[in-house]
């Protein structure tokens, strides 16, 4: 059957390659064709396996990313927070207007 592959033109196609594969494989002697298929028992269970850690690793980035979004978000609001309290403080605001309006501790706002 080979030597028939061998001599089509149609041996560049796709389909008559992998024939032509699975040809070589059966004319393997048992132990190897055995040897074969667990090399690709292996080679897909490390396909899936580094598909799987592809996926672990977008998830993870995707859960830092937000968490980190949303800790810096938190930290420039807190950061606009104090200076408007600031401003307000050095405007002569009474601190109680200051805590209403910003959300700042009274505390917070003595110590600016």
Not at 68 to 78: A, H, P, V
Not at 88 to 100: F, H, N, R, T
Request: with cysteine; hydrophobic share 40%; net charge negative.
């Amino acid at each position: 059957m080979m030597e028939i592959l061998q001599k089509l033109s149609l041996k560049e196609c796709k389909t008559f390659k992998k024939l032509e594969e699975i040809t070589d494989i059966a004319s393997l002697p048992k132990e190897e064709q055995i040897m074969h298929e667990e090399c690709i028992k292996a080679y897909r269970n490390y396909l899936e396996t580094k598909g799987y850690a592809i996926e672990e690793l977008e998830t993870d980035w995707e859960q830092g990313f937000a968490q980190g979004w949303k800790e810096g978000f938190e930290k420039g609001w807190k950061q606009a927070k104090i200076e408007i309290a600031r401003k307000m403080k050095a405007d002569g605001l009474p601190v109680d207007l200051i805590a209403e309006c910003t959300g700042l501790t009274a505390e917070e706002i003595e110590a600016l």
